[in-house]
């Protein structure tokens, strides 16, 4: 497990630089969870360390695989300066440990819903997961482990997500493109939705 870590946070050093904090937070029947800050320029990016520590298990199976499995890390970027974002720390382990409190499996186009602003003033308690591979790179195991994928989030207001959970993520993607949402803004209005 520690070696797969160490490798993750190699992947992420190389995309983006050196992290500037982390903080760890450890939920009761879980692994540590870490979430690193990056900053590039006028973005910050946080990444979690630790989800990809075990393959996700599908719910349904009397038995988790403890080697096969998809793995993941969660990647969120934001405009730097704009509200206080590191409040996203404790919200962010959560969302990664939620395959091994609740079963989850976290794939594209699924939606992780807080039930609580992202950081205080947010307009934002959901996020959806994004197709990985564009940020930072998937990171290959050897077989038979599955690649760690790292999959950027994507805060959604609640109306989004209402809306997503009716037309779907593809819709409500096409719709961020077509009205140019700077979905870094941390304080973004939602998107108009008809």
Known sequence: MGEILDLVEARLRTALGEPDARADVTFLGTDRIEVLRFIDGDIVRYATLGMSAQPMADPTSPLADPVKGP???LVLSVRL???????????????AASPQVEGLIVAPGASL????????????????????????????LDAP????????LLPMT??????????GAQELQE????????????????????
């Open 113 to 140: 819903d807080l039930g609580q602003p992202l950081w205080t003033g947010a307009p934002f308690s959901s996020v959806l997961v994004a197709e990985p591979g564009g940020l930072v790179e998937d990171l290959e």
């Open 175 to 194: 719709r961020w493109l077509a009205q140019g949402t700077d979905l870094r803004d941390p304080l973004r209005a939602s998107v108009p939705l008809d």
């Open 158 to 167: 609640r109306n989004e997500a209402a809306w997503k959970r009716v037309r």
């Open 71 to 73: 793995r993941a890390e």
């Open 145 to 152: 482990m599955d690649p760690v994928c790292f999959l950027p």
């Open 81 to 95: 300066g704009l509200a206080d974002t590191d409040e996203v720390l404790r919200p962010l382990a959560v969302l």
